[in-house]
Nanobody
Framework: QVQLVESGGGLVQAGGSLRLSCAAS????????MGWFRQAPGKEREFVAA????????YYADSVKGRFTISRDNAKNTVYLQMNSMKPEDTAVYYC?????????????????WGQGTQVTVSS
């Protein structure tokens, strides 16, 4: 069993930056691909970014490409999402998730474990 806890959310002005962290316990993350997803009010949860178990491969949604960066530190059992040049449309609850497949996926149903989420609000 893997427990995931997100942190780093908050309120930021448009154009600003935040860094989200996802800390894992219960099992090492080093064999899991990790993903970040988000859900805005009234909308479905959507893919944001994913990273393979080694960190060698990353994937991004078109809406965040060039602005967000996913990374991981397997020694710390932690995954990060650096968010720059933020926009009001980035406002959502952000969730991290672990995929035992190892290579990363854009599909929610391929993830085995989920965190509780952290709120990110971008003001205009």
């Amino acid at each position: 069993q893997v427990q995931l806890v997100e942190s780093g959310g908050g309120l930021v002005q448009a154009g600003g930056s935040l860094r989200l962290s996802c800390a894992a316990s219960g099992r090492t993350l080093s064999t899991y691909a990790m993903g970040w997803f988000r859900q805005a009010p009234g909308k479905e949860r959507e893919f944001v970014a994913a990273i393979s178990w080694s960190g060698g491969t990353t994937y991004y949604a078109d809406s965040v490409k060039g602005r967000f960066t996913i990374s991981r530190d397997n020694a710390k059992n932690t995954v990060y999402l650096q968010m720059n040049s933020m926009k009001p449309e980035d406002t959502a609850v952000y969730y991290c998730a672990a995929n035992s497949g190892g290579w990363g996926s854009k599909h929610l149903n391929e993830y085995d474990y989920w965190g509780q989420g952290t709120q990110v609000t971008v003001s205009s």
